[in-house]
Protein backbone atom coordinates (compact mmCIF):
# COMPACT_ATOMS: atom_id res chain seq x y z
CA UNK A 1 0.00 0.00 0.00
CA UNK A 2 2.91 2.25 1.41
CA UNK A 3 4.60 1.66 -2.08
CA UNK A 4 1.52 2.33 -4.16
CA UNK A 5 1.01 5.56 -2.86
CA UNK A 6 4.91 6.65 -3.21
CA UNK A 7 4.32 5.61 -7.56
CA UNK A 8 1.30 7.72 -7.52
CA UNK A 9 2.81 11.12 -5.20
CA UNK A 10 5.94 10.88 -7.73
CA UNK A 11 3.50 10.59 -10.54
CA UNK A 12 1.63 13.94 -9.55
CA UNK A 13 5.26 15.59 -8.54
CA UNK A 14 5.62 14.78 -12.54
CA UNK A 15 3.00 15.87 -13.80
CA UNK A 16 4.12 19.91 -12.28
CA UNK A 17 1.28 22.04 -11.60
CA UNK A 18 0.98 23.25 -14.87
CA UNK A 19 -0.84 19.65 -15.73
CA UNK A 20 2.21 18.83 -18.43
CA UNK A 21 5.62 17.70 -19.18
CA UNK A 22 8.18 16.75 -21.69
CA UNK A 23 8.60 18.86 -24.13
CA UNK A 24 6.12 22.65 -23.88
CA UNK A 25 6.45 25.51 -26.13
CA UNK A 26 7.75 29.28 -24.94
CA UNK A 27 6.59 32.34 -24.73
CA UNK A 28 3.38 34.28 -24.86
CA UNK A 29 0.59 32.96 -27.22
CA UNK A 30 -0.86 35.95 -28.86
CA UNK A 31 -4.83 35.89 -29.21
CA UNK A 32 -5.77 37.18 -32.80
CA UNK A 33 -6.39 40.91 -33.72
CA UNK A 34 -9.58 39.81 -34.97
CA UNK A 35 -10.89 39.67 -30.95
CA UNK A 36 -10.51 43.56 -31.32
CA UNK A 37 -13.23 44.31 -33.79
CA UNK A 38 -15.28 45.66 -31.94
CA UNK A 39 -17.69 42.78 -32.69
CA UNK A 40 -17.08 40.87 -29.37
CA UNK A 41 -19.25 41.53 -26.35
CA UNK A 42 -17.85 43.87 -23.56
CA UNK A 43 -17.70 41.30 -21.37
CA UNK A 44 -15.99 39.39 -23.68
CA UNK A 45 -13.64 41.85 -23.34
CA UNK A 46 -12.88 41.90 -19.70
CA UNK A 47 -11.82 37.71 -20.64
CA UNK A 48 -9.15 39.33 -23.25
CA UNK A 49 -7.86 41.98 -21.10
CA UNK A 50 -7.45 38.90 -18.36
CA UNK A 51 -5.64 36.64 -20.80
CA UNK A 52 -3.17 39.43 -21.55
CA UNK A 53 -2.43 40.47 -18.33
CA UNK A 54 -1.87 36.64 -17.60
CA UNK A 55 -4.80 35.83 -15.54
CA UNK A 56 -5.39 32.59 -17.13
CA UNK A 57 -7.61 31.24 -14.87
CA UNK A 58 -10.13 34.32 -14.76
CA UNK A 59 -10.14 34.72 -18.44
CA UNK A 60 -10.28 30.90 -18.58
CA UNK A 61 -13.77 31.54 -15.95
CA UNK A 62 -14.89 34.74 -17.59
CA UNK A 63 -14.86 33.22 -21.01
CA UNK A 64 -16.82 29.99 -19.42
CA UNK A 65 -19.76 31.88 -17.89
CA UNK A 66 -20.08 33.82 -21.44
CA UNK A 67 -20.56 30.56 -22.89
CA UNK A 68 -22.87 29.29 -20.31
CA UNK A 69 -25.36 32.17 -21.23
CA UNK A 70 -24.95 32.22 -24.86
CA UNK A 71 -23.89 28.90 -26.26
CA UNK A 72 -26.20 30.02 -29.31
CA UNK A 73 -24.40 32.69 -29.91
CA UNK A 74 -22.34 33.10 -33.67
CA UNK A 75 -19.61 34.44 -31.40
CA UNK A 76 -19.16 32.03 -28.68
CA UNK A 77 -16.23 30.75 -30.99
CA UNK A 78 -14.27 33.79 -29.47
CA UNK A 79 -14.98 32.44 -26.12
CA UNK A 80 -14.66 29.51 -26.90
CA UNK A 81 -10.90 30.26 -28.48
CA UNK A 82 -9.91 32.45 -25.44
CA UNK A 83 -10.81 29.52 -23.38
CA UNK A 84 -8.75 27.01 -25.52
CA UNK A 85 -5.62 29.64 -25.95
CA UNK A 86 -5.70 29.88 -22.19
CA UNK A 87 -5.57 26.32 -22.07
CA UNK A 88 -3.08 26.12 -24.35
CA UNK A 89 -0.70 28.68 -22.49
CA UNK A 90 -0.93 26.66 -19.22
CA UNK A 91 0.07 23.89 -20.61
CA UNK A 92 -2.98 21.83 -20.52
CA UNK A 93 -2.32 20.75 -23.93
CA UNK A 94 -5.04 18.15 -24.26
CA UNK A 95 -7.62 20.00 -23.15
CA UNK A 96 -7.28 23.08 -24.85
CA UNK A 97 -6.76 20.77 -28.51
CA UNK A 98 -10.61 19.14 -27.18
CA UNK A 99 -11.65 22.45 -26.61
CA UNK A 100 -10.08 23.66 -30.17
CA UNK A 101 -11.62 20.56 -31.81
CA UNK A 102 -15.11 21.54 -29.82
CA UNK A 103 -14.85 24.66 -31.35
CA UNK A 104 -14.13 23.81 -35.29
CA UNK A 105 -17.00 21.32 -35.43
CA UNK A 106 -19.44 23.89 -33.87
CA UNK A 107 -18.27 27.22 -36.02
CA UNK A 108 -16.76 25.07 -38.97
CA UNK A 109 -16.08 27.77 -41.86
CA UNK A 110 -15.72 31.08 -39.44
CA UNK A 111 -11.96 32.72 -39.51
CA UNK A 112 -12.24 31.53 -35.62
CA UNK A 113 -12.54 28.13 -36.77
CA UNK A 114 -9.11 28.07 -39.46
CA UNK A 115 -6.85 29.78 -36.51
CA UNK A 116 -7.90 26.95 -34.18
CA UNK A 117 -7.05 24.79 -37.41
CA UNK A 118 -3.84 26.02 -36.84
CA UNK A 119 -3.93 25.76 -33.33
CA UNK A 120 -4.63 22.10 -33.75
CA UNK A 121 -0.99 21.54 -35.65
CA UNK A 122 0.91 23.38 -33.49
CA UNK A 123 -0.31 20.97 -30.54
CA UNK A 124 0.35 18.02 -32.62
CA UNK A 125 3.73 18.96 -33.15
CA UNK A 126 4.48 19.85 -29.50
CA UNK A 127 2.75 16.26 -28.41
CA UNK A 128 5.23 14.53 -31.44
CA UNK A 129 8.14 16.25 -29.70
CA UNK A 130 6.92 14.95 -26.32
CA UNK A 131 4.70 16.64 -24.82
CA UNK A 132 2.16 14.35 -22.56
CA UNK A 133 -1.15 14.73 -21.30
CA UNK A 134 -2.44 13.65 -18.02
CA UNK A 135 -3.85 9.84 -17.82
CA UNK A 136 -6.91 9.97 -15.20
CA UNK A 137 -5.65 13.69 -14.27
CA UNK A 138 -2.40 12.98 -12.71
CA UNK A 139 -0.52 10.61 -14.61
CA UNK A 140 1.46 12.17 -17.51
CA UNK A 141 1.76 10.04 -20.41
CA UNK A 142 3.72 10.45 -23.92
CA UNK A 143 0.86 12.04 -26.34
CA UNK A 144 2.31 11.13 -29.83
CA UNK A 145 -0.57 9.11 -30.50
CA UNK A 146 -2.82 12.06 -29.60
CA UNK A 147 -0.62 14.37 -32.00
CA UNK A 148 -0.60 12.26 -34.95
CA UNK A 149 -4.78 11.95 -34.40
CA UNK A 150 -4.66 15.84 -34.66
CA UNK A 151 -2.93 15.87 -37.47
CA UNK A 152 -5.74 13.33 -39.23
CA UNK A 153 -8.41 15.34 -38.15
CA UNK A 154 -6.54 18.57 -39.77
CA UNK A 155 -6.28 16.30 -43.01
CA UNK A 156 -10.08 16.06 -42.81
CA UNK A 157 -11.28 19.52 -41.69
CA UNK A 158 -9.56 21.20 -44.62
CA UNK A 159 -8.89 18.43 -47.58
CA UNK A 160 -6.51 19.59 -50.48
CA UNK A 161 -4.79 23.29 -48.22
CA UNK A 162 -2.24 24.19 -47.10
CA UNK A 163 -2.67 23.41 -43.86
CA UNK A 164 -3.84 19.82 -45.00
CA UNK A 165 -0.33 19.87 -46.18
CA UNK A 166 1.52 20.88 -43.49
CA UNK A 167 -0.29 17.97 -41.25
CA UNK A 168 0.36 15.06 -43.81
CA UNK A 169 4.27 16.19 -44.11
CA UNK A 170 4.42 15.81 -40.51
CA UNK A 171 2.67 12.94 -39.77
CA UNK A 172 4.85 11.23 -42.72
CA UNK A 173 8.25 13.08 -41.04
CA UNK A 174 7.33 11.22 -37.72
CA UNK A 175 6.36 7.82 -39.06
CA UNK A 176 9.77 7.57 -41.66
CA UNK A 177 12.02 9.09 -38.40
CA UNK A 178 10.75 6.37 -36.18
CA UNK A 179 11.46 4.21 -39.03
CA UNK A 180 7.46 3.42 -40.05
CA UNK A 181 8.45 3.00 -43.37
CA UNK A 182 4.95 1.97 -44.76
CA UNK A 183 2.82 4.35 -42.96
CA UNK A 184 5.36 7.28 -43.89
CA UNK A 185 5.04 6.33 -47.38
CA UNK A 186 1.26 6.08 -47.31
CA UNK A 187 1.08 9.72 -45.98
CA UNK A 188 3.44 11.17 -48.66
CA UNK A 189 1.06 9.50 -51.13
CA UNK A 190 -2.04 11.01 -49.70
CA UNK A 191 -0.20 14.50 -49.70
CA UNK A 192 0.56 14.02 -53.45
CA UNK A 193 -2.47 13.04 -54.62
CA UNK A 194 -5.06 15.58 -52.16
CA UNK A 195 -2.47 18.43 -52.31
CA UNK A 196 -0.07 18.56 -55.75
CA UNK A 197 0.45 21.43 -55.91
CA UNK A 198 1.60 22.32 -52.73
CA UNK A 199 4.95 23.68 -51.00
CA UNK A 200 5.57 20.46 -49.66
CA UNK A 201 5.07 18.60 -52.70
CA UNK A 202 8.43 18.19 -53.73
CA UNK A 203 9.45 16.95 -50.11
CA UNK A 204 6.57 14.42 -49.72
CA UNK A 205 7.37 13.28 -53.46
CA UNK A 206 11.51 12.42 -52.17
CA UNK A 207 10.29 11.13 -49.15
CA UNK A 208 7.73 8.85 -51.16
CA UNK A 209 10.81 7.51 -52.61
CA UNK A 210 12.94 7.12 -49.56
CA UNK A 211 10.04 5.29 -47.64
CA UNK A 212 8.99 2.86 -50.39
CA UNK A 213 12.36 1.86 -50.50
CA UNK A 214 13.47 1.44 -47.17
CA UNK A 215 10.73 -1.18 -46.73
CA UNK A 216 13.25 -3.56 -48.82
CA UNK A 217 14.18 -6.31 -45.62
CA UNK A 218 16.28 -8.17 -48.01
CA UNK A 219 16.47 -11.41 -49.91
CA UNK A 220 14.28 -13.52 -48.40
CA UNK A 221 11.20 -10.51 -48.66
CA UNK A 222 9.34 -9.12 -51.36
CA UNK A 223 11.11 -6.93 -53.97
CA UNK A 224 7.86 -4.98 -54.73
CA UNK A 225 8.79 -1.73 -52.81
CA UNK A 226 12.14 -2.08 -54.87
CA UNK A 227 10.37 -1.64 -58.18
CA UNK A 228 8.34 1.00 -56.72
CA UNK A 229 11.00 3.25 -55.30
CA UNK A 230 12.60 3.17 -58.77
CA UNK A 231 10.02 4.52 -60.40
CA UNK A 232 9.65 7.08 -57.47
CA UNK A 233 13.12 8.12 -57.98
CA UNK A 234 12.53 8.59 -61.19
CA UNK A 235 10.06 10.67 -61.50
CA UNK A 236 11.79 13.01 -58.77
CA UNK A 237 14.71 12.98 -61.46
CA UNK A 238 12.27 14.25 -63.60
CA UNK A 239 10.27 16.69 -61.90
CA UNK A 240 13.25 18.19 -59.73
CA UNK A 241 16.53 17.39 -61.77
CA UNK A 242 19.10 20.04 -60.21
CA UNK A 243 17.97 18.94 -56.33
CA UNK A 244 17.91 15.30 -57.24
CA UNK A 245 21.61 15.89 -58.88
CA UNK A 246 22.54 17.64 -55.38
CA UNK A 247 20.80 14.88 -53.45
CA UNK A 248 22.74 11.49 -55.34
CA UNK A 249 18.94 10.68 -56.43
CA UNK A 250 20.67 8.61 -59.03
CA UNK A 251 22.95 6.38 -56.23
CA UNK A 252 19.82 5.39 -54.47
CA UNK A 253 18.51 4.42 -58.05
CA UNK A 254 22.23 2.24 -58.34
CA UNK A 255 21.62 0.90 -55.15
CA UNK A 256 17.56 -0.43 -56.01
CA UNK A 257 18.77 -2.15 -59.28
CA UNK A 258 22.05 -3.95 -57.13
CA UNK A 259 19.73 -5.05 -54.98
CA UNK A 260 17.11 -6.09 -57.11
CA UNK A 261 19.79 -8.16 -59.54
CA UNK A 262 21.40 -9.65 -56.19
CA UNK A 263 17.58 -10.89 -56.05
CA UNK A 264 17.91 -12.68 -59.06
CA UNK A 265 21.10 -14.35 -58.12
CA UNK A 266 20.29 -15.22 -55.09
CA UNK A 267 17.05 -16.89 -56.77
CA UNK A 268 19.20 -18.34 -59.23
CA UNK A 269 21.55 -20.28 -56.32
CA UNK A 270 18.22 -21.96 -54.93
CA UNK A 271 17.84 -23.40 -57.90
CA UNK A 272 21.28 -24.23 -58.13
CA UNK A 273 20.60 -25.51 -54.48
CA UNK A 274 17.90 -27.86 -55.55
CA UNK A 275 18.91 -29.24 -58.59
CA UNK A 276 17.05 -26.71 -61.40
CA UNK A 277 19.97 -25.71 -63.18
CA UNK A 278 17.66 -24.55 -65.87
CA UNK A 279 15.87 -22.46 -63.96
CA UNK A 280 18.73 -21.03 -62.86
CA UNK A 281 20.09 -20.01 -66.00
CA UNK A 282 16.56 -18.60 -67.32
CA UNK A 283 17.16 -16.13 -64.05
CA UNK A 284 20.92 -15.48 -65.39
CA UNK A 285 19.09 -14.14 -68.60
CA UNK A 286 16.79 -12.11 -67.39
CA UNK A 287 20.01 -10.45 -65.57
CA UNK A 288 21.52 -10.00 -68.61
CA UNK A 289 18.10 -9.12 -70.19
CA UNK A 290 17.00 -6.15 -67.80
CA UNK A 291 20.86 -5.48 -66.89
CA UNK A 292 22.43 -4.65 -70.02
CA UNK A 293 26.11 -2.41 -69.37
CA UNK A 294 26.44 -3.53 -65.84
CA UNK A 295 28.88 -5.71 -63.24
CA UNK A 296 25.72 -8.06 -63.21
CA UNK A 297 25.55 -8.82 -66.83
CA UNK A 298 29.05 -9.93 -67.17
CA UNK A 299 28.87 -12.08 -63.84
CA UNK A 300 25.44 -13.49 -65.33
CA UNK A 301 26.61 -14.54 -68.78
CA UNK A 302 29.94 -15.69 -66.77
CA UNK A 303 26.99 -18.25 -64.84
CA UNK A 304 24.96 -18.85 -68.37
CA UNK A 305 28.42 -20.18 -69.87
CA UNK A 306 29.51 -22.62 -66.94
CA UNK A 307 25.89 -23.66 -66.31
CA UNK A 308 24.59 -23.41 -69.82
CA UNK A 309 26.79 -26.09 -71.22
CA UNK A 310 25.45 -29.07 -68.26
CA UNK A 311 22.44 -28.32 -69.68
CA UNK A 312 23.07 -29.32 -73.27
CA UNK A 313 25.17 -31.95 -72.20
CA UNK A 314 22.35 -33.10 -70.45
Known sequence: MRQTLMILLLAIALAGISGCSGTVHEGKIELPAI????????????????????NLKEAKEIAKDWLDENEESLLADRAMFIKATALYQEH????????????????????????????????AELFLNGATRLLMGFLP???????????DDVSEYRPGSDISAKALMMAADYYFKTEQYLEAQSYCQMLLDTCPKSPQAQRAMLLN??????QYRGFAYDTNCLNEALVRYQQYQLYYPEDAKEKNIQGQIDLVRTQQALKIFDIADFYLRTGETEAAVKSWESVVRDFPDSQWEKSAMAKIQEYGNEIDEN
Do not use: C
Open 141 to 151: VKARTDGLALL
Open 92 to 123: SYYSAAEQYKKLIELHDGSVISDLSVAKQVEL
Open 209 to 214: GYSTHW
Open 35 to 54: LNDGQTPEFLMDAVRAYQND
